[in-house]
């Protein structure tokens, strides 16, 4: 089998995978999978509009759709018009931002699951790719798992042009199972070389504060805005239904699951390009709450963005935030001021925080005065007041385990400062 693009094979991968999946239970081989039966009634060819491909290793079943630039998944297109540079620094792939949009890949899998004896394959492999004319879908679908190599050859050489795999929860189930599934096979895993981007992990830093959940399915919902229709399948339903139609030869329904997949793609693409516009330029007025805007702050100065991110935290602060994030997010900005040696804005968040008592503001007044105007004076009083805050009953034990014994130790080198000032006076 020929394995273009620069692929690499890293052969000590082999044991350490397959030990682990054999840990959770999972049979690395389909040779206990049943076959459907023969004379089937409702073939896939009948139920999904589709047809078959022809690989050395066999026949699989494609259902390909072409879908232009212009089509709108919710309120966004599928396209990759925003710079992931942003993107791709979090991702720690830098490379991926030199990558054109036909060189990314959107992958998702549907299989057997993990639970059971039947064994563990992927029986459906969902992939989008952006191509001239539009972003070209195909899903490759077993029909029996003897198919399996088919679908390895044919997946391989659809990804061929590609260099970045977007996925959602990739990095911990899809990548990992279909990695098992070249190795039982004995080829290499096409994509060990490929840039990488979970949009999960990205999705659960956006979005961990304002949604309760970070489904793609909701993420589909509430950030999209994309609803599907009734003819979608749950996801928990799947591996069950393809056992059955293995048993009766139905494909009937199988036509859900592909729906399923094939929204989970469209969807997965949109978002990669909602994200993308978000990260680009978050000011520019896409971004409608003011909890995203936070969160999209923390990420900037986590990677080093420190101007970006002072920018972009003090307009959260202008758009209503809820009381507790309102606290952290000065709190944060403050000492992001404070780095880049913009005390006048430190000083005017701290004097804010001070007066809501924030014990941390208070100790920051305290160190300034101290350290800065040499107001040792001014320091203590600071100081004296953080303690006082401490000795009220409803402040939280741990607080005063934090704070009580390096405020109480501030307090004695002051007046000991203090003293010193005066005898020298």
Not at 81 to 91: E, G, H, M, Q, R
Not at 110 to 138: D, H, I, P, W, Y
Request: proline share 6%; with cysteine; aromatic share 10%.
């Amino acid at each position: 089998m020929p394995f273009g693009n620069g692929f690499r094979y890293n052969q000590s991968l082999m044991p350490d995978l397959s030990d682990r999946l054999k840990a959770l239970g999972v049979k690395l081989g389909t040779e206990q999978l049943s076959r459907p039966k023969t004379a089937l009634k409702f073939p896939i060819e009948s139920v999904v509009e589709g047809s078959l491909t022809a690989t050395p290793h066999g026949d699989v079943f494609l259902v390909e759709a072409l879908y232009p630039h212009s089509h709108a998944q919710g309120n966004t297109t599928l396209s990759l018009s925003a710079p992931l540079d942003l993107i791709s620094v979090w991702a720690g792939e830098e490379r991926m931002a030199q990558h054109t949009p036909e060189q990314f890949a959107f992958i998702d899998t549907e299989t057997t699951g993990l639970a059971g004896g039947s064994g563990t394959f992927a029986f459906m492999v969902g992939v989008g790719r952006f191509e001239e004319q539009g972003f070209r879908l195909a899903q490759f679908f077993m029909r029996e798992p003897g198919e399996e190599p088919a679908l390895l050859h044919a997946l391989e050489h659809f990804l061929a042009p590609c260099e970045t795999i977007v996925s959602f929860n990739g990095k911990s189930y899809d990548l990992p199972l279909l990695q098992a599934r070249y190795i039982t096979n004995s080829w290499p895993f096409p994509l060990q070389q490929t840039a990488h981007l979970d949009l999960l992990h990205l999705a659960r830093r956006l979005w961990r504060q304002r949604l309760p959940s970070r489904a793609l399915s909701y993420l589909e919902e509430h950030i999209l805005e994309q609803t599907r229709s009734e003819e979608d399948t749950p996801g928990w339903m799947i591996p069950q239904m393809y056992f059955d139609y293995l048993q009766s030869g139905d494909a009937r329904p199988m036509k859900g699951i592909f729906y399923h997949n094939a929204m989970d793609i469209l969807s997965l693409a949109a978002l990669t390009n909602h994200i993308a516009h978000l990260l680009a330029d978050p000011l520019d007025g896409r971004v409608s709450h003011a909890l995203d805007l936070a969160a999209i702050g923390r990420l900037n100065e986590d990677l080093g963005y420190l101007d970006k991110a002072a920018r972009i935290l003090e307009h959260s602060l202008d758009e209503g935030l809820p009381p507790q994030t309102r606290q952290e997010v000065i709190r944060r900005l403050s000492m992001l001021q404070k780095r880049r040696g913009e005390m006048a804005l430190a000083l005017s968040l701290w004097w804010q925080a001070a007066a809501e008592r924030q014990i941390y503001a208070h100790e920051e007044l305290a160190k300034y005065y101290e350290h800065t105007e040499k107001n040792f004076p001014e320091a203590l009083r600071w100081t004296q007041s953080a303690l006082a805050l401490l000795a009220l009953p409803n402040t939280p034990f741990a607080d005063k385990l934090q704070w009580q014994a390096p405020l109480q130790h501030r307090q004695n080198r002051l007046q000991e400062k203090i003293a010193r000032q005066e005898q020298a006076e």
